[in-house]
């Protein structure tokens, strides 16, 4: 297997220096195990943490240990009765071409019920961020204004689509003219705002006539502070990510803005909720896939994907999600499918 391990623990931007490919021999497999050959590699935004030492909610990565990731793959060998070879599963395998696994820990694909890869995007962990953290924290009502960035990526386009089955108005904020264009036209947001313009405060503004009764919140920064000035009385927040510190090494420039928020959140009656979407995985699951494959069979949630193809691609994809260089769920072509 060719492997990336994590070589050294990134401070801010991480560097090439920061991995390192090693090839490796697999252990002989054991009873109920599996050898699995990586197709596509989801690359996501948490993985920077785990790139960390700093305490957080799942472990950190130890300095020498294969980068860790959702993947989908093929079995090639089988010493479970649940696998068979050629099976197609979804694992987590992390940054390597080919790695053994305990059958249990895989879940079997149906290539005829949708695309392998939709398994690590929208009918995967960032789908479901999307609908557990919308439909249990923000509760959109038809009529009211949904705002998210990060909108043109896995999580984003989601929520702004569910917001527009329930009946909302789906506000997108995203990076760049062609990332706003691909809200309206692909994605069907009502409006699109780029945080990268000169102009951004003024147009989220003029996208939110009514104000903002959900923000989901994916990036927190700047971005975040324009969009809390635009809340509602009792809007909801789902604090969902906040990819705009990851690869910060220091506290932000400017005013101290927390006792600004703490005060909104008193005078506005708000609602701000951090979750960790597993907490819902429980309860919500099921009833996720099997709205969402409807969702995707009537059209009215699309799905984009940003393909980078070899292993090889990996660290310099991943520092391209960071700062916003992929144009959809980013994911490594690792090998065919
Ligand atoms: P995306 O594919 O959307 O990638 C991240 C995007 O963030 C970039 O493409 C970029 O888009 C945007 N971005 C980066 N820096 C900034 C910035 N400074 N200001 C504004 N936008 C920025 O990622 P995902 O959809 O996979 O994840 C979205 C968020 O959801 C992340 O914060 C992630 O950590 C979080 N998440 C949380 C989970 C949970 O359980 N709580 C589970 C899964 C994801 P653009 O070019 O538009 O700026």
């Not at 080919?98 to 962990?125: F, N």
């Not at 989220?204 to 502070?225: C, H, Q, R």
Request: aromatic share 8%; hydrophobic share 40%.
């Amino acid at each position: 297997s060719t492997q990336i391990r994590l070589a050294a623990r990134p401070v801010g931007e991480p560097q090439d220096s920061d991995f390192e490919f090693v090839t490796t021999e697999l252990p002989a497999l054991g009873d109920g195990q599996v050898l699995l050959r990586t197709v596509y590699l989801s690359l996501d935004p948490y993985m920077r943490g785990r790139m960390s030492a700093a305490k957080s909610y799942a472990k950190p990565v130890e300095v020498g240990d294969v980068m860790v990731g959702a993947t989908v793959c093929e079995v090639v060998e089988s010493r479970s009765p649940k696998r068979g070879v050629g099976d197609l599963v979804l694992a987590y395998t992390g940054w390597q071409t080919y790695a053994v696994a305990e059958a249990h820990h895989t879940r079997r694909l149906d290539p005829g019920a949708a695309p392998i890869s939709t398994a690590l995007g929208v009918l995967g962990m960032p789908g479901f961020t999307a609908y557990a953290g919308l439909l249990e924290i923000g509760r959109p009502q038809p009529g009211e204004t949904v705002v998210v960035a990060a909108a043109s990526g896995p999580v984003g386009s989601a929520v702004g689509q569910i917001a527009k089955v329930k009946g909302a108005r789906a506000v997108g904020i995203a990076g760049g003219a062609e990332k706003c264009r691909a809200l309206l036209e692909e994605f069907g947001f009502d409006a699109a705002v780029d945080h990268r313009s000169a102009t951004f405060r003024d147009d989220l503004e003029a996208a939110t006539p009514d104000g903002v009764d959900v923000y989901f919140e994916n990036v927190g920064g700047p971005v975040s502070a324009a969009v809390v000035r635009r809340l509602n009385k009792f809007a909801r927040v789902p604090v969902c990510g906040l990819v705009a510190n990851y690869n910060a090494t220091e506290a932000p420039p400017g005013p101290d803005r927390l006792p600004g928020f703490l005060g909104a959140i008193l005078t506005l009656s708000l609602t701000v909720r951090g979750f960790i979407q597993d907490e819902f995985v429980p309860t919500r699951h099921d009833d996720f896939l099997r709205e969402m494959a409807g969702w995707l069979r009537d059209g009215s949630v699309r799905y984009r994907e940003d393909i980078v193809e070899g292993l090889e691609q990996t660290p310099d994809a991943f520092r391209g999600l960071l700062v916003g260089r992929n144009f959809g769920k980013l994911l490594v072509r690792v090998g065919e499918d």
